[in-house]
Every structure is written in structure tokens, then in C-alpha cells.
């Protein structure tokens, strides 16, 4: 076959897309550990204590795990385009709410549209991937835009505790909105969801292949087909258990409990959370260009899963303190769960191409499941045997309340590193395609 088009324009609208939805999704992974910054600010404004904060941060959470089947569906029959565009206008208008709370239930609510919004900007994203770029590249890939969602992490920690000395953090907040909502427009504008849409071969005829076959079937007996995927649910509780406690200690209680236990200020805490979330993001980069570069899936997750329970037996059996120590496992905590990434390329490669945004949304609401799991949860915990001291409004607790939260860290660990002895290996070929005789080394 052989496809005239000006290759340097591909690479151009390639780019493009990926850069708007990029920008969408720096600015959920902002959001989704924002509210450890202004914890503080947020229990004083509303007089809430451990649990309802851990609620309020989750709020997000719920909303975001309840949309990620909705969006694999949006994303493999509306596309990405129009999902991301309604996505951040939702986003933006919950973040101007959040802003502007007066009422826990109003901060609420804001939260909840936040996430109902930015809930199908990842999905929307990582569908895109799948048909811009190049099967073999698709560990890279994913492992790239990891890394760049998580500089909007990073942002969240060290930075937004810079910002929040300058302004208030509702200011903040509502100019943030205002940005979602830019981005809605230059969704709408510019993303498109496939290369044919601008008169481009598809990626895999660039490649001299055939093209994936078009969906026939009414898309709920497509969600069945990836439900019943026994392939595919051992990846939902690595993620469950690994990554969903990650992002519920760095969204929310490594803070507290660095300041509470430790005695650290604010600032001073988010360099752990900055290191660990950058270590993550590194990780993710790491993991799937390894991935790539093996030829392999199953080892990288299980070897990650195995790290990572170590440093949490670590975090609660060493007798650790701020410092070299500290920063080093929070490090490894980090790039630990970067392995996670490599998760997503194997949903793909056990699923019909067709269904992969279904497939990719299945695996990831196991993540959001478990952060908000773990999010109310390790503030029950740390409940359970407070003894009820506030300071200026704000609950104070003591190391052995968050030690009980570290016992679970630990279980969730625990879970991650069982559920990876069940992953097939895919050989980052897709198994629904490639019987394993058509194979050539």
C-alpha cells in the first residue's frame, strides 16, 4: 500500500493534539493533590475533622472511579474531541465553585464537578495515543505522558505552597477554572480523533499494516466483552492496591503526618511529597520505555510491586526520621509505583483494539477505587484512637495513629504484589491479533 501524505504536517497535528490533551491532564493530576497543600486552610474553613476531610479530598476520587467505564465508552464511541472538551468545561466551572465555598457542602460539590469533569480527560487521552502513535511505541508513550501529567502533581506540592504565601488559595483555585475552561475551547478546536479525519492513513498503514477493523456492535456488548476479560482484572487490583495508596499518602496524608509526627512546617513536608511524586513520574517514564525496550510486561509490574511493599514495610518498621533516610524511601516509594504505567500497554494488548479505551478505563478505575478507598479510610484509622487535640481549629494526631494508617499502606502493598502473579504475558503484542504461532522472534 503504498499512502501519499506530508509527513512533517502529521508530525506537527500529532503533536498538537498530545499537547492540549496533556495540558487537560496536568491540570486533573494538579487537582488530584491539591487539597494536601491547603488541608489545613480547608479544616479550619469548614471545622472538619480527620474523616471529613479525607471525604472531601475523596469526593473527587468517587466520582472519577464511577466515571471511568463511562468515559472508556465516551472515548471508543464519541471520541476523544468531544469528551475532553465537555470534560474541562465541567472541570472549570467545579473548580470556580470549590473556589468560592462558603458551605463544606458547596466546597463539596465543587470538588465533585472537578472530578466528573477531569475523569474523562485521561481515558479520552490515552484512546487518543492509541491512534496517533505506533503500536511498539505504546509503553513510551504512556510512560511519557505519566510523567508529564505528573508535573502537575509536582506542581500541586512545592509550588502551590510558593503560590499559597502570595495568594489565597480560593484565588487560586478560581483562576484555575478559568484555565479548564480555555482549554475546553482549544479541545474543541484542535483535537481530532483520528489521523483520517484530516486525510491521513492511519498509523498502522503508515506502518504497512492493515488497518484495525471498525466496530460493528452496539457498544454495552463491547463493555461486557471487556468485563468478562478474565485478562484483564488482575491489572485493576495492582492498580487498586499499588497506585491507589500512592496517590492517597501523597494527596493527602503524607503531609499531616510528616508535619504532626516529625514536627515539619508545610513547606518543608511537600519536598518529601515533590520528591516522591517526581520519583513516580521518573518511574513511570523508566517503566514503560523498559517495557518497550525488553519486549516484556509481567516482569516489570511484578519487580515494582515487590519494591514498593518493601518500602512500606520500611516506612512502618524502620525507625526513620526527617532527612536522608526519609527522602530516600520516599523516593523508592515513588519510583516504586511507576511500574504501574506498564499496566495500561498490557489492558491494550489483552483486549480487541476497538475496546481499548474500555479496556485502559477498566484497569484505572481500580486505581481511583482504591485512593478513595484509602483516603477516608486511613483517616478512620487515625480516629480510631485519637485522643481528640486541636490546635487553632485543626485536629492534631500522634504517631501511633498514623501508624495504623501504615498498616494499611502495607496490606494495599501487600494486594498489588498478589494480584501480578495473575498477569499474563503479552510480549507487547496484542494477544487478540497475534496468535502466538504467527509470531516471528
Known sequence: MSHHYDAGRFERVRWTIYGVLIAAYMLAFFHR??????????????GITAA?????????????TAMQIPAGVLADTLGARFAVTIGNVVAGAGAIV??????????????????????VVFVGLMKSNTVWFS????????????????IGAIAATGPMALLLMRMEWRTLFVGLGVFAVALGVASWLLVRNRPEELGFPSVREMEGLESHAARERHWFHDLRTV?????????????FGMTGSLFAMLGLWAVPMLRDVHGLSRGDASLYTTLATAAFAVGCLLAGSLSDRMGRRVPILRGGALLYLAVSLALLFLPWGPGVL????????????????????????VTSPA??????????TGLFLGTAVFQPLFGWAMDLGWDGTVVNGVPVYAAADYG?????????????????LFLVETRCRNLTLDAPASRTA
Do not use: C
Not at 487539597?35 to 489545613?40: G, H, L, N, R
Not at 473556589?99 to 469533569?117: C, I, K, Y
Open 33 to 46: 493533590f491539591a487539597p494536601a497543600m491547603v488541608a489545613a486552610e480547608l479544616s479550619q474553613a469548614f
Open 326 to 349: 526519609a527522602y530516600a524511601l520516599f523516593g523508592v516509594l515513588g519510583l516504586s509505583a511507576g511500574s504501574f504505567v506498564v499496566a495500561y500497554a498490557h489492558a491494550k494488548e
Open 404 to 420: 495504623r494508617g501504615l498498616w494499611l499502606l502495607a496490606g494495599f502493598a501487600a494486594l498489588a504484589l498478589f494480584a501480578s
Open 98 to 119: 470549590f473556589g468560592l465555598a462558603e458551605t463544606f457542602a458547596a466546597a463539596s460539590f465543587g470538588r465533585f464537578l472537578v472530578g466528573l469533569g477531569v475523569s
Open 135 to 150: 503500536e511498539r511505541r505504546y509503553g513510551t508513550i504512556s510512560g511519557l505522558t505519566l510523567l508529564l501529567g505528573n
Open 52 to 64: 471529613a476531610l479525607g471525604s472531601l479530598a475523596a469526593m473527587y476520587f468517587y466520582i472519577y
Open 227 to 239: 468485563i468478562a476479560n478474565r485478562r484483564l482484572w488482575p491489572g485493576f487490583f495492582y492498580d
Open 355 to 364: 475496546l481499548s479505551g474500555m479496556a485502559i478505563a477498566l484497569v484505572n
